[in-house]
């Protein structure tokens, strides 16, 4: 007679126990509000373990197994890194640690020069551009003047690589000169290096190359320090130098 819409006792007992009966007394609309209300909380309600067939069971434990397992091989993931990272910045606190994660990273002092430390290929660092390498891209914490009173024996205004690796600075002077006093350029060196014109040199190739052009230095050794990281298998004209390999594509 009242023209309300009549309550099962379910919805009733559900809308008392979350507190959900809203509107009590005019307009007629707050029992519409509850079964709305009610029929919204039962979506949202995940779905009972004793509701679901075995196959579905099976899955929703391997799904949680899985993530389980993720989330383990992600924190230690991160918690490696953390401790790689809190090492590395406990080593870079003298020279000796540099040299060290230096040779870890690239392979070789040489490499490590010419790709962290001088970047640009200018030869030679002064003591701003050398602090700036060093803090930025390596990571250094220690004192960069007593560092630099170390190195920079040769000259006081710059270092080269000689102060840093003099073996490996000696072998690619001599390399350099054999180069340029067999071709002229680096660019006619280097065609002369990649027979085959393919662009890089892999190891095997480079050894023999060297052999038969008459180089008498130590050529895997020279290998070693020419490539540009440790894993890789080749050189290009790039890791000897990079303006000669900009003007041998533009074919100077």
Known sequence: ASGRLALGPMASMASEKHGQLVGGGGGGGGEHQVVRTYSKRLQQEPVAKKDLGFAERQESIFSYRWKQTISLQTR??????????LAADKACNTWEGVVAFLKKK????ATAWRVALDPLRQQQLTKEEFSKALRLRVGYRGDVQELWTTLA???????????IDPAAATLLAGFWTFLLGRFGTLVLAWKALDKRREGRLEAPQFCERLRELGFEGDGQELFLLLRSAPH???????????????????QD
């Open 76 to 85: 230690a993931a991160q918690e490696q890194e953390a401790r790689e990272k």
């Open 106 to 109: 690239y392979g070789t002092l």
């Open 153 to 163: 024996t040769s000259q006081p205004n710059y270092i080269t690589l000689n102060d």
């Open 232 to 250: 890789r298998t080749f050189v290009t004209l790039d890791d000897l130098d990079t303006r000669a390999e900009q003007a041998y594509y533009r």
